[in-house]
């Protein structure tokens, strides 16, 4: 079945641009370097030559990041399988971690380097270096094998962002197994089935963790999720106080981590790998059926992510990146190997970004000398209420950038991030791509001038096009995101199930990946996302993209956010219904109400008028800020919600069910 396509309309088009880079920082940049180095002029060129020559550019990339390899590959990629298929690295031997860790710690002058900086809400902070994380992590890759793990085996990783999370995450991959990252706000039943369809014999969970001062429970959870699971061995974590949180603990299964980890030895060897060997499986969400299991190899994954950061966002040896992000999400996994390949420093927190006050995370920023931090819009949209003040008690000096990604950007919060935390003269480097692509599809960089809510384009080696329903290029107007050519972080299909990976992404228009964005292409080359095309809203024979509808309704002052849906109307097929949560002080709801229906009307035309306007105390949102559209359609139709193993607070339901 072709896709359905929204209606051209003015947003995004016809923007001014907002930043423009200067001469100086673009010759100094990491990209900029890479192409002269290439002798290619731009990133067009850049692209253009990425796409009809992969093997050419992904050995270049290999080259600029550093990437040591035990065996050299013969090819650097095979095709034989078809565009589906891929094999990189071919013949080629590499555990990743001879390339986060251990070419780090022969060197005595980068042995030093901080690799990790950790953070808890109640404001204790940990400083690692990369020769303390190789002594950590090879005490639990002893640990491990002491326990009885071999190469191949799976251990899920039930826990906060703590250091321990990241020890087990390399201990795991440095033992030659695979890490089955795990959300740590699911509930058991999501849990035990990714267990059991990894085939799980480890695992690694905390006690708990603290959230705005309150302690939540995982080991409970993880118990429950245990029973008749393939799990043989857990290895519990006491992230927080043993009498704050119910810990049992089943004799034969179930060991502390400081019984077993610190009395091993600090040194221990990196198992020998095949580049494409997996490291990784890693969930992605759907709304309903079998979770589906993305499975990421050494070579693949890893140097993506290492690759974006350091071509697209240009982080440098020794600075410092703060994503807010739970290894349940691709970002944490990215995090570490983008950051640990470069050389550069993570930071990671575990609490809420804005506990005990707004200014937390501004706070952060100056304490650690953030260089690039990621967000998400939703975040932004939840501060602005709150005014500059919290932005302004803190020396932001250190940052370079702003990286966002998880929803679109609407112009206003786009444009008060960049005024009040870049002081209207650094980047928001927009990031766009998914579980599956390993990070990033589109990006800003340093080298492109910016418009509100734009991505300067391609992230070099993704071949991306924007197209019709034929698979036709298309400018000035929505169509649907695509990849043309495989990239090395592709993901190498779905754990247990080729039909469902090739349906999902393959079979939708020949020869393309089909990621499932509406997207478009303005004047100026610059590039938007404007949100799910499976979220897409026709009423009438009218389309549009929910997050069209929400820039405009966001624009009203009384309005902190808003949820844009589609519901059944027996003459027109749709109608359009928005949620929105008020604004502190928003007093007259009647008069919103009203402003509202009367903002998407003159925006987006009569037929668009909206059927209905709720007011809610909250959305239903993922513990990564994306707003759970279908979960609002369904409660709004009185309908099963489906998998709602994603969704943070449960509660946001009854929000919306008791909206006015």
């Known amino acids: 079945m072709s896709p359905e396509f929204p209606d051209s309309r003015p947003f995004p088009f016809g923007q001014k641009i907002a930043w423009t880079p200067d001469e100086t920082l673009i010759r100094d940049t990491n990209l900029h370097r890479f192409m002269t180095r290439h002798g290619v002029e731009s990133t067009e060129e850049l692209n253009h030559r990425a796409a009809s020559d992969p093997a050419w550019f992904w050995a270049a990339v290999f080259e600029d990041l550093g990437v040591e390899f035990r065996v050299p590959w013969t090819s650097v990629v095979d095709l034989t399988g078809g565009p589906e298929f891929p094999v990189w690295c071919v013949d080629g031997r590499m555990n990743i971690v001879d390339n986060l860790l251990d070419r780090w710690v022969r060197d005595p002058s980068t042995a030093t380097r901080e690799a990790l900086r950790a953070e808890r809400e109640d404001g204790t902070i940990r400083v690692l270096t990369f020769d ?228 937390r995370t501004w706070a952060m920023v100056e304490r650690h000398r953030v260089t690039h931090l990621g967000l998400s819009p939703v975040f932004v949209r939840a501060l602005m209420p709150h005014g500059a003040d919290p932005v302004r008690r803190h020396d932001l000096s250190s940052l370079r950038a702003a990286c966002s990604t998880g929803s679109p950007w609407d112009p206003e919060s786009w444009r008060w991030l960049f005024a009040n935390v870049l002081e209207s003269r650094k980047p928001i480097l927009n990031y766009t791509g998914g579980t599956e692509i390993s990070g990033g599809i589109l990006c800003g960089n340093f080298l492109t001038p910016m418009k509100p809510c734009s991505f300067s384009g391609p992230v070099p080696g993704m071949d991306a096009d924007v197209v019709d329903e034929s698979g036709r290029p298309v400018r000035g107007a929505v ?138 105390s909250s959305l239903p949102k993922t513990r990564n800020a994306k707003v759970m559209r279908r979960v609002i359609r369904s409660t709004h139709l009185g309908q099963d919600p489906g998998n709602l193993t994603a969704l943070e607070d449960p509660s946001a339901i009854d929000d919306i069910r008791n909206a006015t």
């Open 479 to 616: 169509g649907e995101l695509v990849i043309r050519t495989p990239w090395i972080g592709m993901t190498r299909g779905f754990l247990n199930d080729r039909e469902r990976y090739l349906d999902s992404y393959w079979r939708k228009m020949d020869g393309l990946w089909v990621h499932g964005d509406f997207a478009a292409i303005d004047e100026d080359g610059l590039w938007y996302l404007l949100g799910r095309s499976d979220d897409t809203i026709k009423v009438a024979g009218k389309r549009v993209g929910p997050a069209e509808v929400e820039a405009v309704v966001t624009r009203l002052a009384g309005v902190a956010e808003c949820a844009a849906i589609g519901v059944p109307d027996d003459i027109k097929g749709e109608t359009l219904v928005v949620y929105c949560v008020p604004s502190a002080g928003a007093e007259d709801l009647a008069d919103l109400r009203h402003a509202v229906m009367t903002r998407v009307t003159d925006a987006l035309g009569k037929p668009l008028k909206p059927a209905g306007v709720y007011f809610a």
């Open 132 to 359: 303390d994380l190789n002594l950590e992590v090879s005490r639990c890759s002893n640990a491990l094998h002491e326990l009885g793990f071999e190469r191949g085996d799976v251990a899920a990783l039930f826990m906060p962002m703590t250091v321990e999370l990241i020890v087990a995450f390399l201990a795991v991959i440095k033992s030659g197994g695979r890490i089955l990252p795990l959300f740590s706000g699911y509930g058991a039943e999501a849990v035990r089935t990714r267990l059991d369809d990894a085939g799980a014999r480890f695992m690694f969970v905390s006690n708990g963790f603290r959230r705005r001062g309150k302690v939540v429970g995982m080991k409970p959870v993880a118990d429950e999720a245990l029973d008749s699971s393939s799990v043989e061995q857990v290895v519990v974590v006491a992230s927080v106080d043993r009498a704050d949180v119910d810990t049992a603990m089943r004799a034969g299964r179930d060991l502390w981590w400081h019984d077993v980890v610190p009395r091993q030895d600090p040194e221990a060897p990196t198992v020998d790998t095949s580049a494409e060997d997996p490291l990784m499986i890693i969930y992605t969400s759907g709304t309903t059926g079998r979770p589906k299991g993305a499975v990421h190899t050494h070579c693949g994954f890893p140097i993506k992510g290492a690759q974006d950061m350091s071509h697209a966002m240009d982080v440098r040896p020794g600075e410092v990146m703060y994503w807010m992000s739970d290894m349940g999400w691709m970002m944490g996994p990215w995090l570490v190997f983008g950051t640990m390949l470069i050389g550069a420093t993570m930071v990671i927190y575990e609490g809420a970004p804005d506990y005990p006050d707004i200014d």
